[in-house]
């Protein structure tokens, strides 16, 4: 019987090729007949679909139509997976249909789906683009295409916003490198939210920088500091004559004549160059972006200072020197600014002088803010 013979080898007898037209007979019916059960199911709704699916694969398998019948047949099972959102597979399904008939218009109509939805936009307009050859005038077709520019054009844009906001966080961070700045991991966000600092177009940094009253734990922030700027010329503005005392300075101590500035040294972990990049690109278009081509820098670091220490315990305070630029307090090896730059004020006048310069004081707690001066 047919049914024994070997995959491949020819009938010899009458009776074999009896028997082989009519397993093929059986099979194209078959094939037939799941096609039409998969419509209907279709027809049926949402819940039926993975039945239509199943037997749309069964038609398949049976290898027993045409070429264009197999290409509806894919065709059709990748209709249903893009009801069901599974748009990998129609659109392998949809290539498969266009292979077996290259004529089939609507198998590209699926190909385009399917391929918009994976954001495949360049194989979706080459898909629209052969269907319009072959059916002009196809509606379905021409508002896809008009959809696909208009995607296009977004994602084109998107990408220019992409490339920009990493160009800005790669010139940030080589202009780090250039000062010898460290970065490590943001504080006191609670006072300062997600303020970065910027560079300008003469690749001048311009910072926000915290000022923390150790004293009473409230703060101000100076929103623009140049980084050629030099602590003096804002200290002096904050606390000219004209300006109000602290609210809660009832000793009167933190005049001008009394401040001193510190900053914590080694008080924190360097970032790594890619840290430092997705801590920067953190709320622009480049937010998301997996991979960034940052190679990591390990060159010495320089060890000379010119500031002095306050306090022999584990925490060390450094007097800031006001007459020196920001960028040049920055670059101290000992370091390491806290996503933006933070110093602490205090008074020469007040009684927590002493306890602070003798280093057995330490930040705690929350700070609260005060009115901004800068």
């Not at 009458?14 to 199911?41: C, F, P, R, W």
């Not at 292979?99 to 307009?125: C, D, G, Q």
């Not at 080459?126 to 050859?133: I, V």
């Amino acid at each position: 019987m047919a049914l024994w013979m070997e995959a491949g080898s020819e009938p010899k007898t009458e009776s074999e090729v009896v028997d082989l037209e009519a397993i093929s007979a059986l099979k194209q019916s078959t094939a037939i007949e799941l096609k039409e059960n998969g419509n209907e199911y279709v027809k049926k709704g949402k819940k039926h679909y993975s039945d239509a699916i199943d037997c749309y694969t069964r038609a398949i398998s049976q290898k027993a139509l045409s070429d264009a019948e197999q290409s509806i047949l894919y065709c059709n099972r990748a209709h249903v997976n893009l009801l069901l959102g599974n748009y990998r597979r129609a659109l392998q399904d949809a290539e498969e249909a266009i292979k077996l008939s290259p004529t089939n218009v609507k198998a590209f109509y699926r190909a385009v789906k399917a391929s918009m939805s994976l954001s495949l936009l360049a194989e979706a307009k080459s898909y629209c683009e052969k269907g319009l050859e072959l059916s002009p005038e196809n509606e379905e077709l021409n508002k896809l295409a008009g959809q696909i520019d208009l995607l296009k054009s977004e994602q084109d844009r998107r990408k220019a916003e992409v490339s920009k906001s990493v160009t800005a966080v790669k010139d940030m961070i080589s202009a780090f490198e250039e000062r010898k700045i460290k970065i490590g991991k943001a504080l006191y966000q609670e006072l300062t939210g997600v303020k970065k600092p910027t560079l300008d177009k003469n690749n001048i940094l311009h910072w926000p920088v915290l000022l923390l009253y150790a004293e009473v734990m409230s703060s101000d922030f100076i929103e623009d500091f140049c980084e050629t700027d030099m602590f003096s010329t804002h200290l002096d503005e904050m606390f000219s004559e004209s300006s109000p005392p602290l609210p809660w300075d009832n000793e009167h101590a933190y005049t001008r004549d009394a401040l001193e500035l510190y900053y914590e040294a080694d008080s924190g972990v360097r970032l790594s160059k890619r840290e430092i990049f997705h801590c920067l690109a953190d709320g622009t278009a480049a937010a998301n972006l997996e991979k960034c081509d940052i190679e990591e820098n390990d060159a010495a670091e320089e060890s000379s200072s010119s500031t002095t220490v306050l306090g022999g315990g584990g925490m060390r305070w450094i007097k800031v020197n006001e007459r020196r630029p920001l960028y040049d307090v920055l670059k101290e090896p000992n370091l390491v600014v806290p996503g933006i730059p933070v110093f602490y004020v205090v008074s020469k006048k007040s009684s927590f002088y002493e306890e602070f310069k003798s280093g057995n004081w330490a930040p705690f707690g929350k700070y609260t803010s005060s009115s901004s001066r800068g």
